[in-house]
């Protein structure tokens, strides 16, 4: 009889064996790969050493890295907060609560906002300008000669920023037209539509101004029919844009003439019927065919240096782009490009004329510097061009030496300066440096390293030298062999990656390319693809935050933009905590450093925000950070007063101490964070006049219902920080009376709220709306990462989910990751696994239409792209899989039915314990764990537990019983 072997078997077999070793090797081949060349940056692959990132194309006659260092940002050491904002502090909170919202939110942002960069000499720089930029008005005129000017099609939706030649412009450009009047519409008035604008214009038909808006409004200017005449017409606009999105910003229907008395047929109606080019009169309800003005429009930029904008924040900004230019393949065959995350290197590879190339490329930690090694299966066939380019201004490109090509920048609006050197090394062939670039010809196999630095030491300190940090890295690297430099490279990475491992099955789909894996994800064809998420995740962790470097950004080391979305800064009420979800639990324990480092700084500037807005001791966070450390409120009252930002970094350093049980770190690093932020708290807290309880105003559930008195999210941070702090207290035998203090503050607190839909309330009102989709689910941080509300805690339990099924599944890819962590965390596995299908869906599917998923470089999208949703998605798997955070190992604790088979190995869970895990037919078969400290052990497996004293180093095998083997 011939038997049948069934994946359940084969991994019985294979998994039989299970044993702790410092790596684990992943049985699945960890390579994102693709068939064609990148289209777009979220087609390119990463790399990343920590402090440099790189974007790898993979073009064919041209190759593109475009690479970021993680100290250029805009901007300069300075002071955030308001001195005196504390003034109103309580008038503030008297509006609010008196139910006077707008006024509190009014006085808030004319006094209590932090401070803005050029504030104070802005407004007069700004006049001036405008007065010059505006007085030029030759262009509009028929004679003006704008033979010279360039091109570019309009509308630019996402603003003239992402167009070539318009990357990083504020100022005054011109743009020109025509349009033919049809001969029916001569002696009549018509409507120019033009859509939104940034941030002003002033518009000319046949050189009449017809109109000037200052703001995002629609542009719908009614023209007389004197101004027109009989076949062509032309258009003029002038637009000022002071900064961020520039120009036409509406899509291209918008764009259109028409006669008065018509308007636009809506979005809607234009797409049932197909037809986006028609009007609609309002009364008889007759269409007419607009004339189209989207297309190619003339401009000429005639003013790109406006005085600087005042701003909150820094931006994170792009370093430069090395092309390298080769010879036109002609016919190219056999072409594949990869990401191997099993030891950070990126491949691209093809056939041309008979010679197979390869080209390969890595970002080395130990050796800083981003490396390109190409080769050619023929001899003396690598020849190309090496480039340096960037989009900053007062650029310089020089030769250092016979094998060294350098850049140097300045950035606008600051004070940083980046330096870029070079080098090249080629086997036979011709090598020659120029001011313009390096050249290779003939060569049999050619080596490249890149460098870049800053000047900036620390978040008040910018006398770094660069061009010496440069040369330093150079130095290191000169003469010595790829192989060599290749080889510690994977040594320094998989000291890292080789401690986790995940197999949960194969799929007819696992062969695919990954661009096509995603379009056709489903569990039952390509189970693999949620392993080869969870290992690229904790792969771009390694890759962007490494020791002596900064922590992961909302973009985590990876931007192409001068004006990034929302700055690719640091987004503290969620964004940065959740790119460090995963680090614990999936071993990367590491690479919280630079998170830690960072919070050392924030607690000093913190400590000056707390006395100047709130005339308190502790620090305080609001919801945004940048490379100068700022923390006082910024971007509007509405929704930049939210008080909790420094209790919540902390529990990350209390997270760590749980899971490392080390008692240095907690004594010298994570106990004085948590000490102070919760001393803030201890003075910020207010009696509620309605209730009696104590409550945290003025602050907002994050980005939602504005300024407001009594945010649960607030109450259940506060709680957990008062918490943990007297739990850390204990541990180390101290502050005794202030822990007191903190018990006692932490009964009085208003308590988590169940609402009359039987929702858990957002707020301490009960004015939910079970309509209400927002992105945000504030109020279940107490569930996770929070431990305020427990599964024990049955009614509290059962109104969070009555508010997340009211607040619904779809959503942003960050806001996606964190619904999977948190119905793991009410141990709804196949809701869980829902979600982690919808964040694993196609960002980019549709044309012109992005949505939350990911790309096809498999980065999040929230959109557009944010890494955070990356971490917080592994980490939500690791959720399903193990749980920690009440004292007791639970082991699959939400395992979806969807993941019925697998094996994890070097999961670690709180009290020091590395867990090897296997399962068949969605039950546990066997378990092993790792004491790293001696602590006492809990085990949990469904209605089983098992309690038992453990020795430091030790191993303990467990059945599917939880009885000891």
């Not at 169940?754 to 079970?770: A, F, H, M, N, S």
Request: charged content about 20%; some cysteine.
């Amino acid at each position: 009889m011939k038997k049948t072997v069934t994946f359940s078997k084969l991994i019985t077999l294979s998994l039989a064996a299970l044993s702790f070793t410092s790596a684990y090797t992943q049985t699945q081949p960890l390579k994102l790969w693709y068939n064609k060349p990148s289209q777009k940056w979220t087609d390119a692959l990463p790399i990343g050493n920590g402090r440099m990132g790189g974007m790898i194309y993979g073009g064919i006659d041209t190759e593109r890295v475009q690479f970021n260092e993680q100290t250029l940002w805009t901007g300069a050491p300075r002071d955030y907060q308001r001195e005196g904002a504390y003034k109103y502090l309580q008038p503030i909170r008297q509006l609010i609560f008196d139910g006077k919202q707008k006024e509190a939110e009014a006085m808030a942002e004319a006094h209590f906002m932090g401070r803005k960069s050029n504030e104070d000499t802005y407004e007069a720089q700004k006049t001036s300008w405008f007065k010059t930029a505006s007085s030029v008005k030759a262009p509009a005129t028929a004679q003006y000669d704008d033979s010279k000017w360039k091109t570019v099609t309009l509308p630019t939706e996402k603003g003239w920023e992402i167009v070539p030649g318009f990357e990083g412009v504020d100022g005054a450009v011109w743009f020109c037209t025509a349009f033919e009047l049809p001969a029916n519409w001569v002696g009549k008035n018509v409507v120019l539509s033009l859509g939104r604008i940034r941030d002003r214009d002033f518009t000319f038909i046949n050189g009449e101004q017809v109109g000037s808006v200052d703001g995002p409004d629609y542009r719908r200017y009614t023209i007389p029919a004197k101004l027109l005449h009989a076949g062509t017409n032309q258009i003029a606009i002038q637009v000022i844009n002071y900064w961020d999105k520039g120009g036409l910003t509406s899509n291209a229907r918008e764009l259109a003439v028409y006669p008065e008395g018509y308007q636009l047929v809506d979005e809607k109606a234009a797409r049932a019927s197909g037809k986006y080019d028609e009007a609609i009169n309002a009364t008889t309800g007759e269409t007419i065919k607009v004339v189209k003005l989207n297309g190619n429009w003339k401009y000429w930029i005639q003013d790109d240096n406006p005085p600087q904008f005042p701003r909150y924040n820094a931006d994170y900004q792009p370093f430069a782009d090395l092309y390298l230019q080769f010879f036109k393949q002609g016919n190219v065959s056999n072409y594949r490009r990869d990401l191997d995350i099993s030891n950070s290197t990126a491949h691209v590879s093809y056939t041309a004329s008979g010679v197979n190339y390869a080209r390969e490329f890595l970002a080395s930690n130990p050796a800083q510097v981003l490396a390109v090694h190409l080769t050619a299966d023929k001899p003396g066939k690598i020849t190309f061009n090496a480039l340096l380019k960037t989009l900053h201004q007062g650029v310089a490109i020089r030769k250092v030496d016979a094998h060294t090509l350098a850049l140097s920048f300045k950035v606008r609006n600051g004070v940083l300066r980046g330096v870029s050197y070079l080098y090249a090394d080629a086997k036979g062939g011709k090598l020659a440096v120029t001011n313009q670039g390096i050249t290779i010809t003939g060569a049999n196999e050619a080596t490249l390293y890149l460098t870049a630095a800053t000047n900036f030491k620390n978040y008040k300190d910018v006398s770094g030298n660069p061009e010496a940090l440069c040369q330093k890295a150079m130095q290191a690297v000169r003469g010595k062999a790829y192989a060599a430099v290749k080889a510690k490279h994977i040594a320094d990475y998989q000291q890292y990656f080789n401690k986790f491992a995940l197999n949960l099955g194969t799929g007819k789909n696992q062969h695919l390319p990954t661009d096509e894996r995603i379009l056709k994800y489903n569990s039952t064809d390509d189970p693999a693809l949620v392993s080869l998420f969870m290992q690229y995740s904790r792969y771009l962790l390694i890759s962007t935050s490494r020791l002596g470097g900064g922590p992961a950004n909302l973009q985590g080391l990876w931007n192409d933009l001068l004006t990034p979305p929302w700055g690719s800064k640091f987004t503290t009420n969620i964004n940065l905590q959740m790119n460090y979800w995963p680090a614990e639990v999936l071993n990367l324990s590491a690479c919280t450093q630079p998170l830690f480092n960072m919070v050392d700084d924030l607690v000093q500037t913190g400590k000056l925000t707390a006395k100047a807005h709130y005339n308190m001791p502790g620090w305080v966070l609001h919801h945004n950070t940048d490379l100068w450390r700022g923390t006082a409120p910024v971007n509007a009252a509405n929704h930049g007063i939210w008080v909790t930002g420094a209790a919540w970094l902390s529990e990350s350093l209390w997270e760590h101490y749980q899971f490392t049980q080390d008692k240095a770190f907690l004594q010298t690093r994570a106990y004085p964070v948590m000490k102070g932020a919760a001393e803030f708290f201890v003075n910020y807290l207010v009696k509620d006049p309605k209730t009696g309880y104590l409550i945290s105003t003025p602050s907002n559930s994050p980005e939602h219902g504005g300024l407001v008195a009594g945010p649960t999210m607030d109450h259940q941070i506060i709680r957990e920080i008062f918490k943990n702090t007297v739990a850390a207290a204990k541990i180390l035998g101290t502050d005794e009376a202030f822990s007191k203090v903190l018990e006692e503050k932490y009964k009085q607190i208003a308590p988590n709220m169940i609402g009359k839909y039987g929702q858990l309330q957002e707020w301490i009102v009960d004015k939910d709306d079970t309509t209400d989709t927002h992105r945000h689910v504030s109020h279940m941080w107490g569930i996770h990462p929070g431990t305020d509300i427990t599964p024990a805690d049955v009614n509290l339990m059962d109104a969070a989910k009555k508010s997340m099924k009211y607040r619904g599944d779809e959503g942003t890819g960050w806001s996606l990751a964190w619904k999977i962590n948190i119905w793991a965390r009410m141990r709804d596995g196949d809701h869980a696994y829902k979600m982690l299908t919808m964040l694993l869906s196609p960002a980019d599917a549709v044309p012109n239409h992005e949505k939350g998923g990911i790309y096809h470089n498999m980065f999040d999208a929230h959109p557009p792209f944010q890494i955070d949703g990356n971490f917080g998605g592994a980490a939500g798997v690791a959720e399903m899989l193990l749980q920690s955070q009440f004292g007791k190992l639970e082991l699959l604790p939400a395992l979806p039915s969807a993941l019925p088979n697998g094996e994890v190995k070097g999961i670690r869970a709180r009290g020091g314990f590395v867990l090897n895990l296997r399962w068949q037919n969605g039950a546990l078969q066997q378990a092993e764990i790792l004491s790293e400290t001696g602590a006492p052990c809990t085990v949990k497996y469904k209605e089983k537990e098992i309690k038992f004293d453990t020795q430091k180093g030790k191993t303990y095998k467990l059945s599917s019983e939880l009885k000891k083997i």
